[in-house]
C-alpha cells in the first residue's frame, strides 16, 4: 500500500522486518549499511533522489543507484534481498 501525495512520489508502508532504513540498507548490502545514519527515517530514504542522496548526503555513485534500484522494486512489492555482485 502506497500513498501518492499530488506529484509526490510514493512512499511505500514499511512491511514486515522492513521498517527502517538501517534493517533497509543492511539487507541490500553492497557498502549501503554504513549510509543509514545518513537517512533520517524510512520517508527520507524514500524522497531521496540521486541528486539528493550525491549532494546533501554524499553517496558515490554505485551505492545510490543500488539504493535506487532497491527503493523501487520495493515500492513494486518486491522485498530486499542480498544480492552478491560478480566475482568479476
Known amino acids: 500500500a502506497t500513498e ?4 509526490q512520489i510514493a512512499i ?3 512491511r514486515g522486518q522492513f521498517d527502517s532504513p538501517a534493517t533497509f540498507l543492511q539487507t541490500i548490502g553492497r557498502g549501503c549499511e554504513k549510509f543509514t545514519d545518513k537517512f533520517r527515517d524510512w520517508d527520507h530514504l ?3 533522489d540521486s ?3 550525491k549532494k ?8 545510490r543507484k543500488w539504493i535506487l534500484m532497491w527503493t523501487n522494486k520495493y515500492r513494486m512489492g518486491i522485498d530486499p534481498y542480498l544480492i552478491e555482485p560478480s566475482k568479476k
Not at 56 to 63: R, S, T, V, Y
Open 4 to 7: 501518492k501525495v499530488g506529484r
Open 12 to 14: 511505500p508502508r514499511p
Open 46 to 48: 524514500f524522497r531521496a
Open 51 to 53: 541528486l539528493a542522496m
Open 56 to 63: 546533501d548526503l554524499g553517496i558515490g555513485p554505485k551505492q
